[in-house]
């Protein structure tokens, strides 16, 4: 069992910045991947980002060049999001999963997730 807390969230102008923090817990392992998907009522949990276990990230086109995974060495991951926009606004959601990535995963493909966190981008 992996257990995932994202924190981090709040709400910013458009332009600005916000960091999402997710702690990892429980049997991690070194071959575990880690996402973040987003959700806005009404519509599908989508892909934004995901870091292979050997590094490799990919990241949906519309947040490419602007937000920015990575990990520490404590089994917390990250979120750097910058030049943040109105329709970035969504629930974001850490998971996590065994594997390896080639493409982003589909909600269904991860095996843990966190509670999820508001993020507000106001124009």
């Known amino acids: 069992q992996v257990q995932l807390a994202e924190s981090g969230g709040g709400s910013v102008q458009a332009g600005g910045s916000l960091r999402l923090s997710c702690a990892a817990s429980?049997?991690?392992?070194?071959?575990?991947?880690l996402a973040w998907f987003r959700q806005t009522p009404g519509k599908e949990r989508e892909g934004v980002a995901v870091?292979?276990?050997?590094?490799?990230a990919i990241y949906a086109d519309s947040v490419k060049g602007r937000f920015t995974i990575s990990k520490d060495n404590a089994d917390t991951h990250y979120l750097q999001m910058d030049s943040l926009k109105p329709e970035d606004t969504a629930i974001y959601y850490c998971?996590?999963?065994?594997?390896?990535?080639?493409?982003?995963?589909?909600?269904?493909?991860?095996?843990?997730w966190g509670q999820g966190i508001l993020v507000t981008v106001s124009s």
């Open positions: 429980g049997s991690t392992h070194m071959a575990y991947s």
């Open positions: 870091r292979s276990a050997d590094g490799t």
């Open positions: 998971a996590s999963a065994y594997g390896y990535w080639t493409r982003l995963p589909r909600p269904d493909q991860m095996t843990y």
